[in-house]
């Protein structure tokens, strides 16, 4: 039995909590796979987060997070961001396989097809994910990035407009753009992503469409299963795990 954890990048309210905990467990949980969720108890909220200020300040309690998983015997950590905040930090900080679902899914994409975009919510994501695009080393295979103007709180609050949205944006992505392949470009759009596909097949324009966390978390799996983790020549072992309980970091507990 593989358990993997999903670490929350940012908080949610309250009242979402449960929901978010429910839909990863119907929707991705299997019998070989345990999921659990981690969440931070402080940092940037879900609404403000498309800055580089925001997911920098996610990534202490990503730290303690990811520390508190591997002592707990997680096999393995998904990153709950498209941003892939903290994504290079952790993987030098715990042994277990360590992802975020962009750059997975960008590189899923590429084995998928020759030419993908990137389906996100603003134009501040779609200027980080062109840096993302660029240090992934996926230049050649970017088509482009379609921003729908909808900030990820607002996501579910009118879902039939979400959906609309994402239809247009995945249209003019394939007919405009020449894409072969397209990505959800943040895992808050996969509680529509069979609607879309729907509609989109529907149009006859049917080409793969990546759930990011779907990927994400199969390829955590595949690698656990494969006994392969992060490179220590490329990701070196800080002893920051180790030393966190006498020396403590910056914006951590020393408890753990």
Known sequence: MKHIRIIEAFVRPE??????????????????????????ERGPELGGHESLTALSLAVPELIKN????????????????????????????VSIPVLGP??????????????????????????????????????SRHASCHAVDIPPEDIDADPGRTVEMLVEAAREAIVEARADTLILGCTAFVSHFEKIREKLKAMQLS??????????????????????????????????????????????????
């Open 102 to 139: 962009g750059h997975t899914s960008m590189h899923a994409a590429a084995l998928l097809g020759r030419r993908f975009s990137l389906l996100v919510t603003t134009d501040m994501s779609a200027r980080y994910f062109l840096d993302h695009v660029h240090k992934a080393g996926l230049d």
């Open 66 to 93: 990811a520390i508190k998983a591997e002592r707990e015997g997680v096999d393995g950590i998904l990153i709950n961001c498209m941003a892939d905040p903290g994504v290079e930090v952790l993987r030098e900080i």
């Open 15 to 40: 009242e979402l909590l449960e929901d978010f905990s429910q839909q990863i467990h119907q929707s991705y949980a299997r019998e070989d796979l345990t999921l659990s969720i981690g969440f931070p």
């Open 207 to 256: 080409v793969p469409l990546i759930d990011p966390f779907a990927v994400t978390i199969n390829l955590l799996a595949a690698l656990i299963d494969a006994g392969l983790t992060q490179s220590r020549v490329a990701y070196l072992d800080t002893g920051i795990s180790k030393s966190i309980s006498t020396h403590g970091i910056p914006g951590i507990s020393a408890s753990g």
